[in-house]
T-cell receptor, first 112, second 115 residues
Framework: DAKTTQPTSMDCAEGRAANLPCNHS???????VYWYRQIHSQGPQYIIH???NNETNEMASLIITEDRKSSTLILPHATLRDTAVYYC?????????????FGGGTRLMVKP | DAGITQSPRHKVTETGTPVTLRCHQT?????MYWYRQDPGHGLRLIHY???????DKGEVSDGYSVSRSKTEDFLLTLESATSSQTSVYFC??????????????FGPGTRLLVL
């Protein structure tokens, strides 16, 4: 699976959009981009995933560049409860299911 | 929330003792996983299971064994606990079918301290 690079930390004002970037320049054609987050002392939580088209769900939007080498997770109206570590993961499906290997992630701090 | 519970939630044990962590799910998901999370390492896969009695090793399986005798339960055993196994352990389940895109649901975690 391709390696990802994320900023270590970011701040965002409450009510504003949080834009979290991820670089995955070695992604291959059959690999998806997944985003998870982990709120302090809790298990990771799935947010969104995509292959090449932009995706939106009730939690966030995922923008993937045309060359698929990078993506941005957008939390449209960040709240204090969105303070968490956000992980960008690239992986492909397989017979054994997907094995998630998290890197360091981005620590997002939403401030009042 | 995929109805995943982990027990115990916290445990303190001594070096050299065996420890078993339990993961229980109520969703009948086929795949189950054990991860450990350490500062600076993110989550690392220990073992996973793709069905009853079907298990395989992950990235950091040394010193750990697993068993899955029922769909709903996945046990992780530290045969002889060491201080390097002090960590937070997460169980996850997966509702994938034969492959492709799917998501994993994580339990609340077990904090293990080996003295």
């Amino acid at each position: 699976d391709a390696k990802t690079t994320q900023p270590t930390s970011m701040d965002c004002a409450e009510g504003r959009a949080a834009n979290l970037p991820c670089n995955h320049s070695t992604i291959s054609g059959n690999e998806y981009v997944y985003w998870y987050r982990q709120i302090h002392s809790q298990g990771p939580q799935y947010i969104i995933h995509g292959l090449k088209n932009n995706e939106t769900n009730e939690m966030a939007s995922l923008i993937i560049t045309e060359d698929r080498k990078s993506s941005t997770l957008i939390l449209p109206h960040a709240t204090l409860r969105d303070t968490a570590v956000y992980y960008c993961i690239v992986l492909s499906g397989g017979w054994a299911g997907n094995m998630l290997t998290f890197g360091g992630g981005t620590r997002l701090m939403v401030k009042p | 929330d995929a109805g995943i519970t982990q027990s115990p939630r916290h445990k303190v044990t001594e070096t050299g003792t065996p420890v078993t962590l339990r993961c229980h799910q109520t969703e009948n998901h086929r795949y189950m996983y054990w991860y450990r999370q350490d500062p600076g390492h993110g989550l690392r896969l220990i073992h996973y299971s793709y069905g009853v009695k079907d298990t395989d090793k992950g990235e950091v399986s040394d010193g750990y064994s697993v068993s899955r005798s029922k769909t709903e339960d996945f046990l992780l055993t530290l045969e002889s606990a060491t201080s390097s196994q002090t960590s937070v352990y997460f169980c996850a389940t997966d509702d994938s079918g034969t492959g492709g895109v799917e998501t994993q649901y994580f339990g609340p975690g077990t904090r293990l301290l080996v003295l």
